[in-house]
């Protein structure tokens, strides 16, 4: 309700030609990191690409591209080098509540409950208790953790680990969610378990998604649209697939099959 | 079930050898001083420093009090110390771990009186505070202020920077992702503060004193010195070695206890 009020607003004030107002704009963004003092590193090259507003946007590429690098630009952790971040036309500064990280590593508050974590954006912002423990329970049952609350993060196994990281996300009320490799470190089945689960997660509460993988597979069953990125530094777009499969998709799929095979193909000339 | 709880046997060596050390190491000291090759006016054999207990149990002569008074005069004045400079050093620690103002107005200070040992303040507390309570309270606060700076700064430092980059995200303001997540974070080298603290207070309240004071454990032993009673010597450190293992051991069991509900 309250995005599409904001998106019509936009279209009115910004004068675009359609309802597709792109939610996040990158515009040539190159970044350079100084290593140990005196080494420069060019880790993104020109990078340009829009985000749809509730597009499931997948960035594919394999390890030390620069990936989480672009991930933390667009979350405001890092400044890019040139080039800038817009987010509903705003250029992005600094890390705000607009923007939902999920790290790769979890990262969740050891000495507290599965509660504790996923209520701590609102707490943080000062909710009153009883309204964000109503927030933070939604969002416990949305990724199926319920019955959990009251357990701590070392009593859970990784995929529920990645479950609150996602619940604590959804409850701090972003607009864009950027997971970055979210699932790496789970064993193939559960990965798989849980790219279903992001699936309907993602469609029973739409967000605009930037979600970061080097796994072709996962890339396919979730994306709307990849953005490959060169395997090499700098990390430069290589291209872009729209993926217009029927949801939810199938591996075995023929024209899953097909795209996999593309996508491979493309990218092993690139490495 | 599906842990069965299964009984380790210790190795009888482990149960044993430990006796057969602390056996062979009294009856050695017992024997060479019975002999008399370390003469009884240099060292006190094992028997006399126990004969010499069961009598300071009840009498206060030659020295003034009984053994339960020293050890009380001590205690107190190691605790009040030691509370004070928990209170004292662990927030400043902390503090100057995280943020960049204390850290840069503190540390020079911090480093400049760190390397003095506190026992060098003793003359210019016997100045301030004469041979009372509060001067032993100054120089064992200080002693304990060190590690309980150093332990807490470190733990802070140690908080791990993609957490407080989490946090950032969620727009926690500096003094949040400090109360939440540094203080958390630096818990269990706080802890290990709450140890080598106690330490530092326990061996600098007998340096104290040894020099300045009417009454304790430190006072006990310099007694001994000046009275030429190697007994009461002995008897006043094995009374410091007890008590101080006794409250170690009490410290650390408090920790695990306080440790295991916050990492659970
Ligand atoms: N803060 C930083 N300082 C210096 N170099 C960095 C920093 N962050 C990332 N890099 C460098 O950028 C390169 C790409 O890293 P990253 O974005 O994490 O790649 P990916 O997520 O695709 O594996 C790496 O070689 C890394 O050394
Ligand atoms: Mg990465």
New binding site residues.
Partial sequence: MKSADYASSQYICLERDNMNTPKIVCQNISKI???KGTQR?H?LQDISLEVRDNEFLVIL??????????L?IIAGL?TPSEGTVLLDGQTVTKPGPDRGLVFQSYMLFAWRTVMGNVEMGPKLNGVPKAERRKIAQHYINLVGLQKFENHYPHQLSGGMKQRVGIARAYANGPQVMLL??PFGQLDAQTRIFMEQETERIWQTEKRTVLF?T?NIDEAIFLADRIVS?EGK?P?RMASVYDIDLPRPREHTDMKFLHLRQMITDASTLTL | MAYESVKVEKPLSLILLPILSVFTFFSAWELIVDTGIVPSTMLAAPSAVIKLFLIKLTDPNPDGAILAAHAWTSGKEAFIGYLLSLAFGLPLGLLMGWFTVVRGLARPIFELIRPIPPIAWIPLTIFWFGIGIEGKVFIIWLGGVVPCVINAFVGVRMTNPTLIQMARTYGASDWQIFVQLCIPSALPMVFGALQIALVCCWVNLVGAELLAADQGLGYLISMGRRLALPDMVVLGMVCVGFVGAVIGYAIERLECRLLAGIRR
């Fill in positions: 990191f100084i290593q590193v880790v590429g394999p390890g030390q591209c620069g990936k989480s690098t672009l933390r890092e970055d490799e970061v080097n990125l530094l990390g």
